[in-house]
């Protein structure tokens, strides 16, 4: 599967790969890789031809369309709750450099703040951009189809999540996730809080379908579909 790139500004860069989204940050020091895809293949070549910097990788979560790349690299940050995820569900390896609410990378020049983000797996990171203004959600803030289903997805962790994005509202005016649209307006995050409201209510319209081999329900919620478990 081919990988398109397509330049944010002069210091941020976006990977497309079949429906899947990660980003280079670059600063004055050194520049980090915010996910690694699913199937990119020599990443850190492809980097090479757009900055010399050396370069990090942080996840923002553990699904496998996360990690796809992430052999390339010695060690990764990442939120430690990932570890089951990365170990044991997607049986993989590599070395986590731990990360937590209010840690900062600092690329030189330009800052990262990461922001704990549980409920579409326990160790969801989102990572604001102080420079920019931008916010990168993962997966948890995004108007396509956000998975809640199985056993490390959580909804009511995930509308907390949501709400506690309220004490950064002043830090950023776009958010760029892993998949549907991008960029994104704030004003998702309430949309995508009362949709969740209606899912565990469930009093959205919904259909029932087979992924991945599993059953699952897809509640059409129009700013996103929210996937869960039969029940």
């Not at 210091?11 to 996910?35: H, I, N, S």
């Not at 699913?38 to 850190?44: E, L």
């Amino acid at each position: 599967m081919s990988t398109e790139i397509k330049k944010i500004n002069n210091e941020t860069w976006m990977f497309e790969e079949g429906g899947v989204y990660f980003y280079l940050l670059c600063g004055e020091g050194k520049a980090l890789l915010l996910d690694s895809g699913m199937n990119t293949q020599n990443i850190k070549e492809q980097i090479s031809a757009i900055t010399n910097l050396p370069v990090e990788l942080m996840n923002t979560h553990a699904d496998r369309d996360h990690i796809g790349g992430n052999h390339e690299f010695e060690w990764f940050y990442m939120h430690p709750a990932e570890a089951s995820n990365l170990y044991n569900s997607q049986n993989e390896d590599g070395v986590i450099c731990p990360v937590y609410d209010g840690d900062v990378i600092h690329l030189g020049g330009r800052d990262l703040q990461v922001i704990e983000l549980p409920g579409h797996t326990p160790g969801s990171i989102a990572v604001l951009d102080t420079k920019y203004r931008l916010l990168f959600s993962g997966d948890p803030i995004q108007d396509g189809r956000i998975f809640m289903f199985g056993v490390q997805r959580e909804m009511h962790a995930y509308r907390l999540s949501l709400k506690r994005l309220d004490a950064y509202r002043d830090c950023f005016g776009e958010i760029y996730p892993c998949h549907g649209s991008v960029p994104v307006k704030p004003a998702l995050i309430d949309e995508l809080y009362e949709a969740s409201q209606k899912v565990l209510e469930k009093t959205l319209p919904y259909t029932d379908a087979d992924l991945f081999g599993t059953k699952v329900r897809v509640y059409h919620a129009g700013c996103a579909d929210f996937i869960t478990d039969l029940k």
